[in-house]
C-alpha cells in the first residue's frame, strides 16, 4: 500500500519504504497480529459482560521502555496474516458477542485497517469500532480514520518532555499528543452511552500512574481537566507493573503504591473531574495483562 512506501504514519516520520525495512515501530508493510479476542479488562462500559473485541497489532511506534504489553512492543510476538484474515476475525469477534472492536495499537497499520472496516461493514460489521492507541498519533494519519471511529481511547502519558524522552525517547510526545487528542475530539465529540451504560461514542483518555511520577499525573490531569471539562472520561490507572529491573530508573522497578494512587485520585476530585474511571485493590497483577499467543488470529 502506498502510505508504507515513504512511511509518515506517525510522528517519527521515519521516511523509509517499509517494502524494504522496518522503521521506529519495527514493523514491515505486511500487517501482523499477535491476538484477537474478548478483553475483560478494559473500562465497564467498554467491556460490558462479555467482553470488548480486542486485536492486538504487533509493534508499536512509541516502545516505552516500562511498556505493559512488551511482548509485542519489544519482542514483535505476532503472526503475519491479510487483510481479508483482519476482517474476518472483526466478524468473528462480533459473533462472538464482542461489545466493540478495539484495535489497540493500530497507528503503523492504518491502511490495512481501513480497508478491513470498508469490507467488514459491507459484510455487517455493526460494532462500534474503538481506536486504542499510546497518544503519539499525528493528525494527519488521524484524519484517514475520521468517521470509521466512533470512540477513541487514547493514552495522555506525560505532561513533561523530559519523561517522554527519558521513557519513550520522544521529547515532543506532549504536544503531538495534545494535537492527536484535539482531532480525535473533533471527531466523535461528546460521550454518548446506550440504555445498559455502554459506550457507543466518545473519547476516553487514559493515564497510567507512574511510581514516584505523580507530580506529572496532576499536570496532565489538570490540562486534560482545563480543555476538556466533562466532555470526555478520564481513566487513572494504577496498574503499572514492572517488566524488569531497571538500574538506570529504580523507581520504574517497583509498583505504585496506594499512597501515591489515592493521591493522584484526590487530586482529580480536588479539581473538579467528575467524568473518571479509577481502578481498585490489586489490579496490578500479571494476570490482567494478555498472553500475546496469537488466540484467535
Ligand atoms: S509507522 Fe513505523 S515506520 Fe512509519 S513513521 Fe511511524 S515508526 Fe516510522
Given at each position: 500500500m502506498k502510505q508504507y512506501e515513504i512511511c509518515k504514519l506517525c510522528p517519527r516520520g521515519c521516511g523509509i519504504d517499509r517494502n524494504r525495512k522496518t522503521g521506529f515501530c519495527?514493523?514491515?508493510a505486511v500487517l501482523r497480529v499477535a491476538r484477537a479476542s474478548l478483553h475483560m479488562w478494559e473500562e465497564p462500559p467498554l467491556s460490558g459482560e462479555v467482553g470488548s473485541g480486542t486485536v492486538f497489532f504487533s509493534g508499536c511506534n512509541l516502545g516505552c521502555i516500562f511498556c505493559q504489553n512488551h511482548q509485542i512492543a519489544h519482542?514483535?510476538?505476532g503472526k503475519e496474516i491479510t487483510t481479508e484474515?483482519?476482517?474476518?476475525i472483526f466478524l468473528?469477534?462480533?459473533?462472538?458477542g464482542a461489545a466493540n472492536i478495539n484495535l489497540v495499537t493500530a497507528?503503523?497499520?492504518i491502511p490495512h485497517v481501513i480497508k478491513a472496516l470498508d469490507i467488514a461493514k459491507e459484510k455487517g460489521l455493526s460494532l462500534p469500532i474503538v481506536y486504542n492507541s499510546g497518544g503519539y498519533e499525528s493528525a494527519a494519519s488521524l484524519r484517514l480514520l475520521k468517521g470509521y471511529i466512533d470512540i477513541y481511547l487514547p493514552d495522555y502519558k506525560y505532561r513533561s518532555s523530559i519523561l517522554a524522552e527519558r521513557f519513550s525517547k520522544a521529547k515532543n510526545y506532549p504536544e503531538v499528543a495534545e494535537k492527536a487528542l484535539a482531532e480525535m475530539?473533533?471527531?466523535v465529540g461528546e460521550p454518548v452511552f446506550d440504555e445498559n451504560g455502554m459506550m457507543k461514542k466518545g473519547m476516553i483518555v487514559r493515564h497510567l500512574v507512574l511510581p514516584k511520577h505523580t507530580d506529572d499525573s496532576m499536570a496532565v490531569l489538570q490540562y486534560l481537566h482545563e480543555t476538556y471539562g466533562d466532555s470526555i472520561y478520564i481513566s487513572i490507572m494504577n496498574q503499572y507493573t514492572p517488566c524488569r529491573k531497571f538500574p538506570e530508573y529504580p523507581e520504574l522497578s517497583r509498583k505504585l503504591t496506594t499512597y501515591e494512587y489515592?493521591?493522584?485520585v484526590k487530586f482529580a476530585e480536588s479539581i473538579g473531574i467528575r467524568n473518571g474511571f479509577l481502578q481498585s485493590g490489586e489490579t496490578a497483577k500479571e494476570s490482567f495483562i494478555p498472553d500475546f499467543d496469537e488466540q484467535g488470529v
Open positions: 519495527g514493523e514491515s519482542e514483535h510476538r484474515r483482519l476482517f474476518e468473528e469477534l462480533q459473533a462472538k497507528v503503523h497499520f475530539f473533533s471527531q489515592r493521591k493522584v
